[in-house]
C-alpha cells in the first residue's frame, strides 16, 4: 500500500532552520505531483508548497514564499522542504501528500494520499 511518512521536524528558534523529508512507497513516485501543507491548533489545513512530478515547477503560499523551497529527487522516492527565517507563526504539523495530477496542486482535494504528520515548533 502507499505509504508516506515524514521526518525532520522539532523545536527551533525564531529564525533558524529545518529541512523536512518525505519519503514514499508503494506508488511510481515520478507520477505523482507532491505537496506539503500545515495545521496549526484550532486551524484548518492550509497548503505550503508543491512541485509536480519532474521537480520542474512550483508553487509556494504566499505565507512561506522566499522562506521555503520544495524540492524532490524522484531516484530516491523523496520529496523534501527547506524551511529557511522560520516564524512562530510556522508552529504546525506539517503533511506531505501525493496527488496523481502530476502537474503543481495547490488545493488539498485533488491530493490522494497523506502522510502521518511532523510536528514544527518555533519559539519566539
Known amino acids: 500500500q502507499v505509504q508516506l511518512v515524514e521526518s525532520g521536524g522539532g523545536l527551533v528558534q525564531a529564525g533558524g532552520s529545518l529541512r523536512l523529508s518525505c519519503a514514499a512507497s508503494?506508488?511510481?513516485?515520478?507520477?505523482?505531483?507532491m505537496g506539503w501543507f500545515r495545521q496549526a491548533p484550532g486551524k484548518e489545513r492550509e497548503f505550503v508548497a508543491t512541485?509536480?512530478?519532474?521537480?520542474?515547477?512550483?508553487s509556494y503560499a504566499d505565507s512561506v514564499k522566499g522562506r521555503f523551497t520544495i524540492f524532490r529527487d524522484n531516484s530516491k522516492n523523496m520529496v523534501y522542504l527547506q524551511m529557511n527565517s522560520l516564524k512562530p507563526e510556522d508552529t504546525a504539523v506539517y503533511y506531505c501528500?501525493?496527488?496523481?495530477?502530476?502537474?503543481?496542486?495547490?488545493?488539498?482535494?485533488?491530493?490522494?494520499?497523506w502522510g502521518q504528520g511532523t510536528q514544527v515548533t518555533v519559539s519566539s
Open positions: 501528500a501525493a496527488s496523481t495530477l502530476r502537474t503543481i496542486v495547490t488545493g488539498a482535494g485533488p491530493y490522494d494520499y
Open positions: 508503494g506508488l511510481t513516485f515520478s507520477r505523482y505531483a
Open positions: 512541485v509536480n512530478w519532474s521537480g520542474g515547477s512550483t
